[in-house]
């Protein structure tokens, strides 16, 4: 369905990246000011922040969502720096572009369970990536993939005619899950995969991300304050405060010897040790 990506580099490099929205006549707010990072092959960065710390910014720039209309939306330019995802540099994405990256890069917003179209069956929400891409995609082939990221997310076949508010909401970030993965990316961006949900969710998401990681040119970018999960996913973390990485490296090394007073506070909010 789409060219392979470039599997020789880093998934993920972020570099000097400075992000600016530019709607609700905010012009001009400087989400993230020059952050710098790499999540190589195999690796898996969390991203950790008060509310406001440039998170979402970080996640959106990252799976090519630079501009959402209606309630809430908003739109968001990179203003300076760079960022690539499987070498697609996204400073200037033509539409060809961001069709690549799409393709390989699963997102999971943070509102991913409630933004589900409430009119459609979670068969249809699972395999509709796969068709808004190629109408003529054989339908057998699409449902035989839709069941296996079903699996995958550990939901039974039973769910498949369902709607969304049928669900739980912990079902429904399932399915969110499921469709993000339908089209076999390798890099996957998560925005709070966990919070708010039941605690199950959290083991599957460990548990499809270890999966994930059988490919070689897999890399993930988790937004979450779950020190549990990271651990359990062996992840470097990154802090953010004020649209600027003021912690970086493994989660002990952070926490122990904070370079930033935010990075002590946010250790002591989370129980570090
Ligand atoms: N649509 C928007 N329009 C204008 N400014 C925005 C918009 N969305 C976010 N911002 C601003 O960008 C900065 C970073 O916000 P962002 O949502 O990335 O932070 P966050 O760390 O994800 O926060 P939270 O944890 O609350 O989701 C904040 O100053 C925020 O007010």
């Given at each position: 369905m789409n060219?392979s990506p470039?599997?020789?580099?880093?998934?993920?490099?972020?570099?000097?990246?400075?992000?600016?929205?530019?709607?609700?006549?905010?012009?001009?707010?400087?989400?993230?000011?020059?952050?710098?990072?790499?999540?190589?092959?195999?690796?898996?960065?969390?991203?950790?922040?008060?509310?406001?710390?440039?998170?979402?910014?970080?996640?959106?720039?990252?799976?090519?969502?630079?501009?959402?209309?209606?309630?809430?939306?908003?739109?968001?330019?990179?203003?300076?720096?760079?960022?690539?995802?499987?070498?697609?540099?996204?400073?200037?994405?033509?539409?060809?572009?961001?069709n690549r990256l799409t393709f390989h890069t699963a997102y999971?917003?943070?509102?991913?369970?409630?933004?589900?179209?409430?009119?459609?069956?979670?068969?249809?929400?699972i395999a509709e990536p796969i068709f808004a891409r190629d109408?003529?995609f054989?339908?057998?082939a699409a449902?035989?993939r839709a069941?296996s990221v079903?699996?995958?997310?550990?939901?039974?076949?039973?769910?498949?005619?369902?709607?969304?508010?049928?669900?739980?909401?912990?079902?429904?970030?399932?399915?969110?899950?499921a469709r993000s993965l339908v089209l076999g990316p390798n890099v996957l961006?998560?925005?709070?995969?966990?919070?708010?949900?039941?605690?199950?969710?959290?083991?599957?998401?460990?548990?499809?991300?270890?999966?994930l990681?059988?490919?070689?040119?897999?890399?993930?970018?988790?937004?979450?304050?779950?020190?549990?999960?990271?651990?359990?996913?062996?992840?470097?973390?990154?802090?953010?405060?004020?649209?600027?990485?003021?912690?970086?490296?493994?989660?002990?090394?952070?926490?122990?010897?904070?370079?930033?007073?935010?990075?002590?506070?946010?250790?002591?909010?989370?129980?570090?040790?």
């Amino acid at each position: 369905m789409n060219e392979s990506p470039d599997t020789d580099q880093s998934p993920i490099v972020v570099h000097d990246l400075v992000a600016e929205y530019r709607n609700s006549g905010r012009v001009g707010v400087h989400a993230l000011r020059g952050v710098s990072f790499t999540v190589g092959r195999g690796e898996i960065l969390g991203v950790l922040g008060e509310s406001g710390s440039g998170k979402t910014t970080l996640a959106r720039i990252l799976a090519g969502e630079l501009v959402r209309k209606g309630p809430g939306g908003f739109d968001v330019r990179i203003s300076g720096g760079e960022a690539l995802v499987n070498g697609i540099a996204l400073r200037t994405l033509s539409k060809t572009k961001l069709n690549r990256l799409t393709f390989h890069t699963a997102y999971l917003p943070q509102d991913a369970n409630d933004r589900l179209d409430r009119t459609s069956t979670v068969s249809e929400l699972i395999a509709e990536p796969i068709f808004a891409r190629d109408k003529r995609f054989d339908p057998d082939a699409a449902q035989s993939r839709a069941l296996s990221v079903l699996d995958a997310v550990e939901l039974p076949l039973s769910v498949l005619d369902r709607y969304p508010y049928e669900l739980s909401d912990g079902q429904r970030q399932r399915v969110a899950i499921a469709r993000s993965l339908v089209l076999g990316p390798n890099v996957l961006v998560a925005d709070e995969p966990t919070a708010g949900i039941d605690v199950t969710v959290r083991d599957t998401v460990v548990r499809v991300i270890g999966k994930l990681r059988e490919d070689p040119s897999f890399a993930a970018l988790i937004v979450t304050h779950d020190l549990a999960v990271l651990r359990q996913l062996g992840a470097t973390i990154a802090v953010l405060h004020d649209g600027v990485i003021v912690g970086y490296g493994d989660i002990d090394t952070v926490f122990a010897e904070p370079n930033h007073s935010y990075v002590a506070r946010l250790g002591r909010a989370l129980g570090w040790k």
